[in-house]
């Protein structure tokens, strides 16, 4: 119950992606900070805009491995197999982001050494936080389409997203609960 008391407060959800490095709306401040008035180019402020929302990306991708990965012996059987499954997902889903980062000249963000999550005691709890995980990292990727300067991080970005769609649908089904609650995928923050 403890739980699902964090689930369901706003503030302890906020709090926690706070602490767990993840800002709100996938690297927006970052973006608009960049947008400023400065003597750079606009390829160079287009690719420090592009760093930050991918590096926002990969805190998403390193709190989701995290997850993922203190959560495995909780899960059993199919839950286990798929949340393995995604584990690795999420592994390459990094990759490809610090890669990106990489090439555009920057510095991709590090897994922290701890993330401060709320205590699982049960396979239930488990699929519920990364439930909230893979939501918030839906909403974040959404709100970071448009502000992508390359279509070809865009296609990343789209790929990635439809991935984490689909997290989220196995994980309500292995909750019991409707796999597709609604017409639009839009995450919840």
Request: aromatic letters at 6%; a positive charge.
């Amino acid at each position: 119950m403890e739980f699902e008391r964090f689930l369901a407060d706003p503030v302890s959800r906020r709090r926690f992606f706070h602490s767990a490095g993840v800002a709100a709306g996938g690297g927006s401040a970052a973006f608009l900070a960049a947008c400023g008035g400065s003597s750079k180019s606009k390829n160079e402020t287009s690719a420090a805009a592009d760093v930050a929302i991918l590096n926002s990306a990969i805190d998403l991708e390193n709190t989701a491995i995290a997850a993922y990965t203190a959560g495995a012996p909780f899960l059993k059987g199919e839950v286990l197999r798929r949340g393995r499954e995604f584990l690795g997902q999420e592994k390459g889903h990094a990759d490809t982001l610090s890669t990106a980062v990489s090439h555009l000249g920057g510095h991709p963000t590090r897994p922290k050494a701890s993330y401060d999550f709320p205590r699982v005691r049960n396979q239930r709890d488990v699929l519920l936080l990364a439930s909230m995980i893979e939501n918030r990292a839906i909403a974040a990727y959404l709100d970071a389409l448009p502000k992508l300067s390359s279509p070809d991080l865009r296609a990343t970005v789209a790929s990635i997203v439809t991935t984490e769609a689909e997290h989220a649908s196995v994980l309500l089904g292995a909750l019991g609960r409707p796999q597709v609650p609604s017409a639009f995928v839009v995450g919840r923050r």
